[in-house]
């Protein structure tokens, strides 16, 4: 007769998760995965497949949370003040990160996407998702005037992109607002209308 699981699918997710960004790939082992989730290895196997298929699942698990909070992006309003805004509590969330951890995709990214295809797809898309809110936003504010159109949406899209990213890896080393923010300062200097 087969056995029933008894534990949360979601929740072992969540602290794989929390397992791979804390320690990275590579340094977490199967026995730290299994003493963190609670379950043991069968049930791992089983339910997740093998530390890689469970490390995608808690990186599509992050994608999908952080996704959300770029979510923000779209609401109405002027577009200068919400990427203003946005900017300024993504550096926040970066300063207040007393563990240093940064962020999961960062560190995979820089961690597996050079020999982790899968990784690597999975960051490049989650990076195209917040770059295309980051890009209708500023088209929007664009034709409202409200951000100057010397650059066109797309090339500060990405541009936002490599200054979010840049600010998470300095924020693991230097994570003052005295030196993070005139990184935000000067991003936003390149929209001023």
């Known amino acids: 007769?087969?056995?029933?699981?008894?534990?949360?699918?979601?929740?072992?997710?969540?602290?794989?998760?929390?397992?791979?960004?804390?320690?990275?790939?590579?340094?977490?082992?199967?026995?730290?995965?299994?003493?963190?989730?609670?379950?043991?290895?069968?049930?791992?196997?089983?339910?997740?497949?093998?530390?890689?298929?469970?490390?995608?699942?808690?990186?599509?698990?992050?994608?999908?949370?952080?996704?959300?909070?770029?979510?923000?992006?779209?609401?109405?309003?002027?577009?200068?003040?919400?990427?203003?805004?946005?900017?300024?509590?993504?550096?926040?969330?970066?300063?207040?990160?007393?563990?240093?951890?940064?962020?999961?995709?960062?560190?995979?990214?820089?961690?597996r996407s050079s020999h982790d295809e899968d990784c690597a797809t999975r960051i490049r898309n989650y990076f195209s998702s917040v770059e295309k809110d980051l890009e209708q936003l500023i088209a929007r504010g664009q034709a409202a005037g409200e951000i100057k159109t010397s650059r066109d949406s797309a090339t500060l899209a990405a541009f936002f992109i490599g200054v979010m990213q840049g600010i998470r890896v300095v924020a693991k080393v230097n994570p003052t607002e005295e030196y993070l923010r005139p990184l935000v300062d000067v991003a936003l200097a390149s929209i001023d209308g």
């Open 1 to 111: 007769m087969a056995r029933t699981k008894c534990f949360n699918r979601e929740d072992a997710l969540q602290k794989a998760m929390t397992a791979f960004w804390s320690q990275g790939y590579e340094a977490t082992s199967i026995q730290d995965l299994v003493d963190c989730m609670g379950i043991n290895r069968g049930s791992l196997y089983d339910t997740f497949g093998d530390k890689h298929s469970l490390f995608l699942a808690a990186l599509d698990q992050y994608t999908e949370t952080s996704v959300t909070r770029s979510s923000a992006l779209q609401r109405d309003g002027n577009a200068k003040q919400i990427l203003t805004e946005f900017l300024q509590a993504f550096m926040l969330r970066n300063i207040e990160d007393k563990d240093r951890r940064g962020c999961f995709i960062t560190n995979t990214a820089i961690e």
